[in-house]
C-alpha cells in the first residue's frame, strides 16, 4: 500500500505528539521536527509506503530525544485496562456454541483490540468506549473472511500469529487459545524494540500471551509492520516454515500488501484512517478480516 496526500499529516501529527511524550526538552522537540521535514521533504513520494516512513520517523524521534520508548507509559496504562476487561471479552467468545462460531467472536475481539491507537487524526479511541465496541464488532464487520480462515486452519499445523499494539495484545490471547484449541502450534510475534505503542517482549508477558502461545519471538527489528530485510534469521525461518500467517494490524496491512505472499495470510485490523479504508475499499473505523492468498 502507497501513501495517500492525507498520510503527512498523519506522520507529523504522531511526531508532535510522540516528540512530547519523549521529551521535555523544548529545543530537542523542536529539533525532532525540523528534521521530520528534512526526511519528508526527501522521502514522501507516491512510491512511499506509510508504515515505512513511520519507521524512519520513530527511529529519528528516538535518536534524537534519547528516549528508546516515548509511548512506555501509554502502552502500560493500555495493558492495564484490556487486562480488566479481558474477562467481558473472554465471555463473549465463550458463548459460541461451536468451535466455528468461538473461532468467529475470538477474531472480532481481536479485531476490536487493534482500536486501542494513539494519535492518528479524526481517530478517537478512549477506553470507556471499549465495551461498546465489543458489542458493535459483528455489526462493524465490513470484509469477513473468517469462515474461509477458519477452514483452512483446520487442515493446518503450525500459525504465525503477528501482534500489533500493547494493550490489543491482552485480548489476542482470545484469538491464540481458539487456536491451540484447534490443535494447531501457534508462535507468536512482537517487536524486537519499541516502536510507537507496539508490543515488545514485556507486553507479551504482561498480557500472559507467553503462557499461552507455544513460543513467542521476536520480529528482530523495531520496523512498523513487516520488514523483511530487517528481520531476524530467527523470525524468517518461522515465517517460511509456518502454513498460515494472522497479522494484527494497519501496520502489518500496509506493508504485507507491498510482498508477493507465498502462503495465507489473514489481515485483522481496524480501518483507523481514510488511506488504509480507501485501499481496501471500505469505510473508515470499520472492521476487516481479510484473506490474502
Do not use: W
Amino acid at each position: 500500500m502507497k501513501v495517500e496526500a492525507e498520510c503527512a499529516a498523519c506522520i507529523v501529527n504522531r511526531a508532535v505528539a510522540e516528540a512530547i511524550e519523549a521529551t521535555t526538552n523544548h529545543a530537542l522537540r523542536f529539533r525532532v521536527m525540523v528534521e521530520l521535514f528534512r526526511l519528508l521533504n526527501k522521502e514522501f513520494r507516491p512510491t512511499a509506503v506509510p508504515a515505512d516512513l513511520g519507521t524512519k520517523r520513530d527511529r529519528l524521534i528516538k535518536r534524537i530525544t534519547g528516549n528508546e520508548d516515548p509511548y512506555k507509559r501509554i502502552k502500560s496504562k493500555g495493558n492495564e485496562k484490556a487486562l480488566k476487561l479481558l474477562p467481558y471479552a473472554r465471555k463473549m467468545v465463550e458463548e459460541g456454541y461451536t468451535q466455528q462460531d468461538r473461532f468467529k467472536r475470538a477474531c472480532l475481539c481481536a479485531m476490536v483490540g487493534n482500536i486501542m491507537e494513539f494519535d492518528i487524526p479524526g481517530h478517537k479511541f478512549t477506553f470507556g468506549s471499549l465495551k461498546k465496541s465489543f458489542r458493535d464488532a459483528a455489526k462493524d464487520l465490513v470484509i469477513d473472511d473468517t469462515l474461509k480462515v477458519y477452514e483452512l486452519a483446520k487442515k493446518a499445523y503450525n500459525i504465525l500469529y503477528l501482534t500489533d499494539n500493547a494493550g490489543e495484545i491482552v485480548f489476542d490471547t482470545l484469538l491464540v487459545e481458539q487456536l491451540k484449541n484447534m490443535g494447531l502450534k501457534v508462535i507468536v510475534a512482537v517487536k524486537g524494540a519499541p516502536i510507537i505503542n507496539d508490543a515488545t517482549m514485556e507486553d507479551a508477558e504482561v498480557s500472559g500471551m507467553s503462557k499461552i502461545a507455544d513460543k513467542v519471538i521476536t520480529t528482530g527489528t523495531d520496523a512498523v509492520g513487516l520488514a523483511l530485510k530487517e528481520v531476524s534469521k530467527e523470525f524468517l525461518e518461522v515465517y517460511d516454515s509456518v502454513d498460515i500467517v494472522f497479522a494484527k494490524g494497519m501496520g502489518y496491512a500496509e506493508t504485507l500488501t507491498e510482498y508477493k505472499l507465498k502462503k495465507p495470510h489473514i489481515l485483522l485490523f481496524r480501518t483507523k484512517c481514510n488511506p488504509v479504508a480507501n485501499f481496501f475499499g471500505v469505510p473508515r473505523g470499520k472492521n476487516v478480516a481479510k484473506l490474502m492468498l
